[in-house]
């Protein structure tokens, strides 16, 4: 049985330190639930450019896209991130034809952003890649005795090879990063 999908919140663009890896923060505004997802450099200015109010002198790529789609007469009507295989996040931006395109996951939250349009989760990707907030709090305490809280948590978004050195960047971001930190939209870097 397929669950449906969920609207997620963005909350924001943090730098993951001392790696200085970007990742955006999703939350399921119901439950709590939050997905982190690794993203690149550029995809993290835009997504943080765009929160922040910010609007650069000539269009960028995720603009360019929004405003070619609505000159060719079509509207994004969402962005779904619809799997997660070895880390790496699927999406498809769904536009209002009924047409969908296979994009990353960090180029269709900036488009959703530009267009107004719903960041959607499959339930799927909420179970393996979700974490629960009161989870992350938890997991520096349970560390010392238990590594079950965390493994559960990074499982479903590393592969076998990446899973030590990504479970050793995790608890580092966890000991630092607070739900809170992402209301601001994104203006200021952990």
């Known amino acids: 049985?397929?669950?449906?999908?969920?609207?997620?919140?963005?909350?924001?663009?943090?730098?993951?330190?001392?790696?200085?890896?970007?990742?955006?923060?999703?939350?399921?505004?119901?439950?709590?639930?939050?997905?982190?997802?690794?993203?690149?450099?550029?995809?993290?200015?835009?997504?943080?450019?765009?929160?922040?109010?910010?609007?650069?002198?000539?269009?960028?790529?995720?603009?360019?896209?929004?405003?070619?789609?609505?000159?060719?007469?079509?509207?994004?009507?969402?962005?779904?991130?619809g799997s997660v295989e070895d880390a790496?996040?699927?999406?498809?931006?769904?536009?209002?034809?009924?047409?969908?395109?296979?994009?990353?996951?960090?180029?269709?939250?900036?488009?959703?952003?530009?267009?107004e349009a719903p960041v959607l989760c499959a339930a799927e990707v909420l179970e393996a890649a979700g974490m629960d907030p009161e989870q992350a709090e938890d997991v520096d305490e349970d560390s010392e005795d238990s590594d079950d809280g965390v493994d559960e948590a990074v499982t479903g978004v590393t592969g076998a090879a990446e899973r030590d050195a990504e479970l050793n960047r995790f608890r580092e971001f966890l000991d630092n990063v607070d739900p809170e930190d992402f209301a601001d939209g994104g203006s200021s870097q952990s």
């Open 1 to 81: 049985m397929n669950l449906p999908d969920v609207e997620m919140t963005v909350l924001g663009v943090r730098v993951e330190l001392p790696g200085n890896q970007p990742l955006v923060l999703l939350q399921d505004p119901g439950t709590g639930t939050l997905v982190p997802i690794w993203i690149g450099a550029p995809e993290a200015s835009a997504i943080a450019l765009w929160q922040q109010g910010l609007t650069p002198p000539r269009p960028m790529t995720h603009d360019l896209l929004i405003e070619v789609l609505s000159a060719s007469g079509t509207a994004l009507e969402s962005v779904r991130i």
């Open 88 to 115: 790496v996040f699927h999406a498809e931006l769904i536009l209002d034809n009924g047409a969908r395109v296979d994009a990353r996951a960090s180029d269709a939250i900036a488009c959703a952003l530009r267009a």
